[in-house]
């Protein structure tokens, strides 16, 4: 029986009645797509390859090498919990539709791939997503890129180690096109914060039952099917036990200087005083900055980051309606649009990212978030968030705007916020707030079952 992918009953991985299907897709599958790994430190390798038969043992090495399963994955975590037995870095592959072509299979073939937009590739997608022309991406994304290879540690020196070994691996014929570097950031309450200063990867679609029981779940169901992120892996020796995901990778760069000043002149504009000005950004974000939900609450509430909510008592009074995380997720519907995000952040910073700190003294490039996010489909999933939601300045309610942190395209209409937190009484309607998001490159990925790159 193939491994049921619509179940909405979470995933009780260690159970003893686990069924053999499900067990042998765990053991298949990459790790970082049913649990988030720990990627603190991340190597990001972008190769091509060049020869049939160099890629495919390139792979299979790594593969037989290099590579654990999404089981042993959940197992070293178990064994975390409980005897504190740190666990291996995470090693992830991904292949584009350019890959699989170099790596011997036919046009034919490729269409095996149920989705359109993994078919087409990312340089393909532009217009519709609203992305920057292919010529402006940095060069490396201007580039056939074959795989990505994806390593993560909670420690620097295993990912430099492992990054060198699996460089001086690549054949003679492979080329390494480019390299991007993750590295995570916190902030004084320990919990991992983006480049603008707020929470970030709180809310995730969990698919097992260890992550889902330690969740309140009175308002907000964060359970979800298998269906949301896997797929068959149509090459691998047996689909119905084999699974990948679709991988999507976005480097998006962040001005954070102009977006602290967007910050700083909505709350002149709207006339909010000391401790209210917060939330100038977080009708931008839809969290504050500690992550409390601006929903539910007018003011930073502290204590641990709360996903328990909906927007069901909120006519945009209190959580505009294109404050990022309502556009992402609504959470009255689209549930089948839930992605598993995955990326990091990158680039220095020599000021802290939490603090109070003038927008002068803040970086305007070089720094943002290497975006990835696993999928069932790139169409129904990312794109779809991308294009339909973010980019929709009428999604949900006509001129509410597009998503003031990732929207893209050209922001012609008007919008009003509201003056007070829960009150009908609204801004004058004023521009939108500009963009301060910038897609640099990115490409769409499979990332395959063990089985296919084992069998190379
Ligand atoms: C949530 C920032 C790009 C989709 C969040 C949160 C922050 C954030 C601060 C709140 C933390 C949380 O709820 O987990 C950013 C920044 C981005 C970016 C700074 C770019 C530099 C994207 C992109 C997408 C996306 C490209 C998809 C197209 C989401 C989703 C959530 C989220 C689905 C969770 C919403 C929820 O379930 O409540 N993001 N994000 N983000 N973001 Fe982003």
Not at 65 to 73: D, E, G, I, L, N
Request: aromatic share 8%; charged share 30%.
């Amino acid at each position: 029986m193939p491994v049921d992918l619509d179940n909405e009953r979470p995933l009780a991985w260690d159970s003893a009645s686990l069924d053999a299907d499900t067990k042998a897709m765990l053991d298949n599958l990459q790790p970082n797509i049913l649990r988030a790994h720990v990627r603190e430190h991340m190597s990001v390798l972008f190769v091509r390859f060049n020869d049939v038969a160099e890629g495919r043992a390139f792979l299979r090495r790594l593969a037989t090498t290099k590579m654990k399963s999404a089981r042993h994955h959940l197992e070293e975590v178990r064994d975390f919990a409980a005897c504190r037995w740190p666990g291996t870095p995470y090693v992830g592959v991904g292949i584009s539709k350019a890959g699989y072509r170099d790596l011997g299979h036919s046009a034919e073939e490729v269409r095996r791939f149920g989705d359109p937009v993994f078919r087409d590739g990312m340089k393909r997608r532009v217009a519709i997503v609203n992305d920057p022309p292919v010529e402006e991406w940095e060069r490396t994304y201007q580039r056939e890129i074959h795989a990505v290879i994806l390593i993560g540690d909670a420690e620097r020196a295993p990912v430099d180690r492992l990054r060198q070994e699996i460089i001086d691996d690549l054949p003679e014929s492979a080329r390494l096109l480019g390299e991007e570097r993750g590295q995570g950031m916190r902030n004084l309450a320990g919990d991992g914060i983006e480049h603008f200063g707020y929470v970030d990867g709180r809310s995730q679609p969990l698919f097992l039952a260890d992550e889902v029981d330690k969740e309140p779940r009175k308002h907000w169901d964060p359970a979800f099917p298998l269906g949301n992120v896997l797929v068959p892996d149509p090459f691998a020796p047996d689909p119905t036990r084999h699974h990948g995901s679709y991988l999507v990778f976005r480097k998006l760069e962040q001005n954070v200087r102009a977006f602290k000043e967007i910050e700083r002149d909505l709350a002149d504009g709207l006339g909010l005083q000391g401790a209210d000005r917060e939330r100038a950004g977080a009708m931008l974000v839809g969290r504050f900055k500690d992550g409390t939900p601006l929903t539910l609450k007018p003011r930073p509430a502290g204590g641990p980051v709360v996903n328990d909510f909906t927007f069901d008592a909120d006519d945009g009074s209190k959580c505009p309606f294109s404050g990022h995380v309502r556009k992402t997720n609504p959470r009255s519907f689209g549930r089948e649009v839930g992605m598993a995000r995955r990326g990091q952040t990158y680039g220095e910073r020599t000021d802290d990212p939490w603090d109070d700190s003038p927008p002068e003294e803040r970086p305007s490039g070089e720094v943002g978030l290497l975006f990835m996010a696993f999928n069932s489909s790139l169409l129904g999933q990312f794109e779809f968030m991308q294009q339909t939601w973010a980019n929709n300045p009428d999604f949900e309610m006509p001129a509410t705007g597009h998503d003031p942190v990732i929207g893209q395209g050209e922001r012609d209409i008007e919008v009003s916020f509201p003056k007070v937190w829960g009150k009908p009484e609204t801004s004058v309607p004023q521009s939108q707030v500009a963009q301060t998001v910038t897609m640099k490159g990115g490409e769409y990925f499979f990332a395959p079952s063990l089985a296919y790159l084992r069998n190379l």
